[in-house]
């Protein structure tokens, strides 16, 4: 069964430094999403990814986010200068297409992203 | 009001037995709803979508009161591998582009041997 992966599994960062999280979607979606996981708290919607630009973001998605489909393959999630409070579990996911019955997202198993 | 409600639990239930969580949604403009469960540190997972009619997979069944925003997830017969936090979740499918998810907190269940 096709499914997206994320890597790295975990990132450890000094506060102010860049940081890139990878993530392959499935490979017939068109559609693609981070979310991120504060411990303790609910998911989160940062942005959303269709034919090569930003479909929709959150007020969470501000200045110092940015995405990009790199290759064929690849979708990346780049936090320019890191803050504690970015510390969470990025997850990457994907849809097929816009349609209501196919409309269903399919998460990665996330990186945990430590910000000290 | 929160966007997407859910108790918190935790729901404490013998094996065998049937559960119910619900759930409600403040945008009336909804027009996506899932069920995810989440396991401890890890992804959501896709349980199952919520159509209007309502909508079974096994033991699951799923139902949907737009009037009056609600969604229910019942469980029969459970297992102890149920045990996970179950996540309703809502999209605004506005067409043309991919609405963002939103999540409840979730529902902690604990199935007891």
């Known amino acids: 069964e096709p499914e997206v992966t994320q890597t790295p599994s975990h990132q450890v960062t000094q506060m102010g430094q860049e940081v890139i999280l990878r993530c392959v979607p499935i490979?017939?979606?068109?559609?693609f999403y981070w979310y991120r996981q504060i411990l303790g708290q609910k998911v989160e919607f940062l942005v959303s990814?269709?034919?090569?630009?930003?479909?929709?973001k959150s007020e969470i998605f501000d200045d110092q986010f940015s995405v990009e489909r790199p290759d064929g393959s690849n979708f990346t999630l780049k936090i320019r200068s890191t803050k504690l409070e970015d510390s969470a579990m990025y997850f990457c996911?994907?849809?097929?297409?816009?349609?209501?019955?196919?409309?269903?997202?399919?998460f990665g198993p996330g990186t945990r992203l430590t910000v000290t | 009001r929160k966007e997407v409600e859910q108790d918190p639990g935790p729901f404490n239930v013998p094996e065998g037995a049937t559960v119910a969580f619900n759930c409600t949604y403040s945008?009336?403009?909804?027009?996506?709803f899932f069920w995810y469960r989440q396991d401890c540190r890890k992804e959501p997972k896709l349980l199952m979508s919520?159509?209007?009619s309502g909508n079974e997979d096994g033991r699951f069944t799923a139902q949907l009161n737009r009037a009056s925003q609600y969604i229910s997830l019942l469980i029969r017969d459970s297992k102890l591998s149920d045990s996970a936090t179950y996540l309703c979740?809502?999209?605004?499918?506005?067409?043309?582009?991919?609405?963002?998810?939103?999540f409840g907190k979730g529902t902690h269940l604990i199935i007891q041997p």
């Open positions: 919520v159509y209007s």
């Open positions: 979740v809502v999209n605004k499918f506005i067409g043309g582009g991919a609405d963002g998810l939103t």
């Open positions: 990814f269709y034919n090569n630009e930003i479909s929709e």
């Open positions: 945008n009336s403009a909804s027009q996506s």
């Open positions: 996911a994907s849809s097929r297409d816009s349609e209501l019955s196919s409309y269903e997202q399919y």
């Open positions: 490979s017939n979606h068109l559609y």
